[in-house]
């Protein structure tokens, strides 16, 4: 029977997961808050944890800490609020398995542990624990953080925006090559769907392509992880194993958000990148490899060279060529290309026959912000193809923040004046007007989110909106 692990302050919610999932079969527990979560994760093995984002204090980014400390297999699945989806999309990126919005609906969290624990299944099948495990590895070179990729990997869709189009040119254009690629772009656009294109359009199509996530990483493994070591190196070293620079030998490795990189394995990384010879910590061999590498980042690495984050000269090996993806809301045209290629998807793991989707449907889909991405698209298809028993997707199936998207946030300030006073000074004047275009500008850049506005501008939340409602920004 799978274990599963419900952590949520809100009490119902806990009681009706529990009920419902286990009449499905399941092993359940519950935990009301990360406190009495915490000896439960210590104490026993979970094969998920369904957990709220918000815990108090605690967020999901700590609650993903604790499980994959005590199990990396234990995948990690999100609940949170259609307000929260761009920090849910970042704790994706830490390692949880996916996220799941309010208000919850049983057949989709049915079906999405199904999927969490076949992910873990494969794993433990197919992988290695990590190396801070008492148990020993299986002797076959691979790992969790390994991603390898055949079918499994998200289809490489192009659209028709010029946007698309140009993001298709360049990904033909050096394919063929053996040249290094940065590939920049926000969360959720597609970065690891276009380093996969890259790698079947080159010569290398035939080896093997590994996917690797830096930003789950830690210092203490990121050089095993990625170079592998000896039986020994190390306490808990107990068998050889092989690191994804050497699985991915002949073919191309792909580093994921290489930005969160520990610094001190970026130096041994440009000696790598440099030399295409590897020794494994602990080894004294050097192991020639020839490998192509992508690397992709959501921050410019120019300018985390510039602040001392990432190594200059290492970004200048990875920079012999560069492709941005687009945010979705910048390419408007290709919404509902998207939109069909996951319906498809859904349809079919759902076994259902929705087709399409109504006129009103479309229109508020090309409104919104889409602050996911491609992955928040897919999920909300995903969530929606759930809801429809008929052949076309109606409004009424779409979520309230969606639907309504155009109430709930501002999507830009264009034509809205500053209400400064008219009696001051030309002094204060300039100065309440400097205020006010900062204020737009740093809105502008974090998407709107206000918390992190109010961060940037080194301000708290109250005062952020006391300026809102100063200026009567919307």
């Not at 969790?144 to 254009?173: F, H, T």
């Amino acid at each position: 029977m799978h274990k599963v692990l419900v952590i949520d302050d809100d009490m119902d919610i806990c009681n009706l997961l529990e009920r419902f999932l286990s009449k499905n079969g399941f092993a359940v527990k519950t935990a009301y808050s990360a406190t009495t979560a915490l000896p439960l994760i210590k104490e026993d093995t979970f094969d998920v944890v369904l957990s709220d984002f918000r815990l108090g204090n605690v967020d999901g980014k700590e609650i993903l800490k604790m499980v994959k400390e005590k199990d990396p297999t234990t995948q990690v699945i999100i609940i949170t609020g259609y307000s929260d989806v761009k920090i849910a999309v970042d704790v994706i990126k830490l390692g949880a398995f996916d996220y799941i919005t309010k208000p919850l609906l049983p057949d989709e969290i049915l079906m999405l542990l199904k999927k969490a624990i076949n992910k873990r299944e494969d794993v433990m099948s197919g992988g290695e624990r990590d190396i801070t495990s008492d148990e020993p590895p299986k002797d076959n070179g691979q790992s969790p953080r390994i991603k390898r990729i055949d079918n499994n990997v998200a289809e490489y869709i192009s659209g028709v925006s010029p946007q698309s189009k140009e993001v298709e040119k360049q990904v033909k254009l050096v394919a063929p090559t053996n040249y290094s690629v940065i590939i920049y772009g926000e969360s959720g656009t597609g970065k690891e769907s276009v380093a996969h294109a890259i790698h079947k359009n080159s010569a290398r199509k035939n080896k093997p392509f590994v996917a690797v996530d830096c930003g789950s990483l830690t210092r203490e493994l990121a050089t095993s992880e990625l170079f592998g070591h000896e039986k020994g190196a190390f306490t808990g070293a107990l068998a050889q194993k092989i690191g994804q620079f050497e699985s991915a030998n002949g073919g191309t490795i792909f580093l994921d958000e290489i930005a969160n990189l520990p610094y001190d394995t970026q130096v041994a990384l440009l000696r790598v990148v440099q030399e295409r010879k590897l020794r494994r910590l602990g080894g004294t061999k050097e192991i020639d490899i020839d490998i192509r590498i992508l690397v992709a980042s959501n921050e410019n690495l120019q300018e985390a060279a510039s602040r001392g984050k990432f190594r200059e000269d290492l970004f200048h090996r990875f920079n012999e060529f560069s492709i941005m993806l687009y945010p979705l809301r910048e390419r408007g045209k290709d919404i509902e290309i998207f939109a069909y290629h996951f319906l498809r998807q859904a349809a079919s793991d759902l076994e259902k026959n929705v087709i399409g989707f109504s006129p009103e449907v479309l229109a508020v889909f090309k409104k919104y912000r889409w602050p996911g991405n491609l992955r928040e698209l897919n999920n909300v298809i995903k969530r929606v193809s759930l809801l429809t028993d008929g052949e076309e997707i109606q409004l009424s199936a779409l979520p309230h923040e969606i639907s309504f998207s155009d109430k709930f946030s501002f999507n830009n300030f264009e034509g809205v004046k500053p209400q400064i006073p008219e009696q001051v000074n030309n002094l204060k004047s300039v100065a309440l007007n400097a205020e006010y275009e900062k204020i737009v500008e740093i809105l502008k850049q974090v998407n709107y989110n206000k918390s992190k506005a109010a961060k940037v501008l080194d301000i708290d939340r109250k005062t952020l909106y006391n300026k809102l409602k100063q200026y009567k920004l919307p």
